[in-house]
């Protein structure tokens, strides 16, 4: 049953990822928000409703490991896998205001997680707090990019009111893609998690790794889906929009619902938060090298979303190799990496400074 229950899922998450990307597609264009805005939105919102589901039960059940783990891991896993096979797959361009506004905010979010979850706890006040910085996004977001869209067809002339059968389709698209990927991830995270648990792995790991990666596949299939139909927006869009949503939305609902707050575990602070906030930092460079995600950049974080893996599996088993493996990582393969994302910001930037100077035509 473990193999049916994970062969259903994964049949049913593509299924949805189809649906949900053509469905949000058209319906940026019928109400006249760009595709960036529903990538960011509806899309994202929508394919993180199982982390939602999986970290407010885990709250409200008191497993505050779980809960946590649910989302420091699927925000991991959306960036260095799902990004990452995406722009393997094809390179994937990046909207100049997904550099300035969108990652900015995943990067002050994760580090107020952080920073709030210092005394060992995310309690309701928390809660609270993320999610009125989630309410004031969505609303300035959804407002700006109406605005723009107007404007642009009021001076094309061709500023017109969608047809009501039309939005009922595209909502009626994006509504069943949901729903087939909520219920494909909830049989991927059933078989997923029988198959970790009776292998005696903890809570934590199992929440970090089967369930993040099983909550995150309705994300792995609309964005590999957009990346194959050309729908390079929503594909960013979902990635970056998600973990704005996890860390505002799911951690902020789960503090305020879980009794007595969200336990806060000392290995959570001293080493997958910190991981999470350089996932996020890292978006920052290579976002901003030619506003694009090269072929080569997405191996790189598959090959860093590897090392993590490799390095929870070792600590999970206390494998004698966990300390020389991390030294490597942190006196060697991290500061190479920095030095070369930097390289490359500081070149980009440069050249942006020379065309701007030169003027297009210079």
């Given at each position: ?170 909502l009626a698209l994006v509504g069943a893609g949901l729903v087939l990927l909520v219920l494909g991830s909830r049989w991927l995270v059933r078989g997923a998690s029988e198959l970790a648990t009776s292998l005696g ?96 950049e997405g191996l790189v974080f598959l090959a860093y979303y590897a090392a993590y893996l490799v390095y929870l599996v070792l600590e ?47």
């Amino acid at each position: 049953m473990t193999a049916v229950w994970l062969v259903a899922g994964l049949a049913l998450l593509v299924a949805g990822g189809e649906l949900l990307v053509r469905g949000a597609a058209r319906l940026a264009a019928t109400i006249g928000v760009s595709p960036l805005v529903i990538g960011l939105t509806v899309v994202a919102y929508g394919t993180s409703s199982p982390e939602l589901a999986v970290s407010v039960q885990a709250a409200a059940d008191g497993r505050s490991d779980i809960a946590l783990g649910n989302v420091v891991g699927s925000n991991v896993f959306n960036v260095l896998l799902i990004l990452g096979v995406s722009a393997a797959i094809t390179p994937l361009l990046v909207a100049r205001k997904l550099v300035r506004l969108e990652v900015p905010l995943l990067i002050g979010l994760s580090v107020l997680m952080l920073l709030l979850a210092l005394d060992g706890g995310l309690g309701a006040i928390d809660g609270g707090v993320m999610l009125a910085v989630l309410v004031a996004y969505t609303a300035f977001i959804v407002s700006r990019s109406r605005g723009e869209t107007r404007a642009e067809r009021a001076a094309d002339g061709h500023l017109h009111r969608p047809g009501r059968r039309a939005l009922l389709v595209q909502l009626a698209l994006v509504g069943a893609g949901l729903v087939l990927l909520v219920l494909g991830s909830r049989w991927l995270v059933r078989g997923a998690s029988e198959l970790a648990t009776s292998l005696g792995v903890s809570e934590l790991v199992i929440a970090l790794t089967v369930v993040a990666a099983g909550t995150g596949m309705p994300e792995v299939a609309t964005s590999v889906i957009a990346a194959l139909r050309g729908q390079r927006d929503i594909a960013v869009g979902n990635i970056v929009g998600s973990n704005i949503f996890n860390i505002a939305m799911v951690i902020g609902l789960s503090g305020v619902i879980a009794p007595g707050g969200l336990d806060v575990a000392a290995d959570v602070l001293r080493f997958d938060l910190p991981v999470m906030i350089a996932v996020a930092v890292a978006c920052l460079p290579i976002f901003f090298t030619g506003y694009a995600i090269a072929r080569w950049e997405g191996l790189v974080f598959l090959a860093y979303y590897a090392a993590y893996l490799v390095y929870l599996v070792l600590e999970a088993t206390s494998y004698w190799a966990l300390s020389p493996f991390a030294t490597a990582m942190v006196g060697f393969v991290l500061p190479l990496t920095a030095l070369t994302l930097g390289v490359l910001a500081v070149r980009a930037h440069r050249e942006h400074r020379r065309f701007w100077t030169a003027g297009p035509d210079g």
